[in-house]
Each structure stands twice: as C-alpha cells, then as structure tokens.
C-alpha cells in the first residue's frame, strides 16, 4: 500500500510524539485509525459495486449473443 518499513514508522511516530505532544498522541492516532478505517471500507464499497456493474455487463452482453445466435439460427432456411 504506502510501503513504509519500520524505520521510517519509529521516525514519523517520533515526529508525532514532539509535534502533538503525548498527551494528545493516542486521541490523534485514534481518530487515524477511525478514518483510515472508514476510507478502506468505502474503497471496498467502490470495488463491490465495479464488480457487480461487471458481472451485470457481461450476463447483459452474453445474454445479447445468445437472442442474436437464436435469431440467426431462426432465420435460417431450412434444408
């Protein structure tokens, strides 16, 4: 996802700590929490829904050649 490994982890934690104060801190990585929790479920959301608009997409189009083979096989003289 953002590819951050340890080190660079304790550096922005440290940063955190100095620019929030530990008072703060935990309210502050709550509410990360809360948000990023929050973001993740409406990307999944958006994933479900581009996935039901494709599998709609697709039974629609195979539906579609199904009625056009049917005609054409209809339409044919018989021999």
């Given at each position: 996802m953002l590819d951050i490994a340890w080190p660079?982890?304790?550096?922005?934690g440290?940063?955190?700590l100095v620019a929030i104060g530990p008072k703060d801190l935990p309210k502050v990585m709550h509410a990360l929490g809360r948000w990023?929790?929050?973001?993740?479920r409406?990307?999944?959301?958006?994933?479900?829904?581009?996935?039901?608009l494709n599998y709609?997409?697709?039974?629609?189009?195979?539906?579609?050649?199904?009625?056009?083979a049917k005609k054409a096989?209809?339409?044919?003289?018989?021999g």
């Open positions: 660079e982890l304790i550096v922005i440290a940063v955190a990023t929790g929050k973001a993740r409406m990307v999944q959301e958006v994933k479900g829904n581009l996935d039901q709609e997409t697709e039974v629609a189009e195979r539906l579609r050649r199904e009625e056009a096989e209809e339409s044919k003289p018989n």
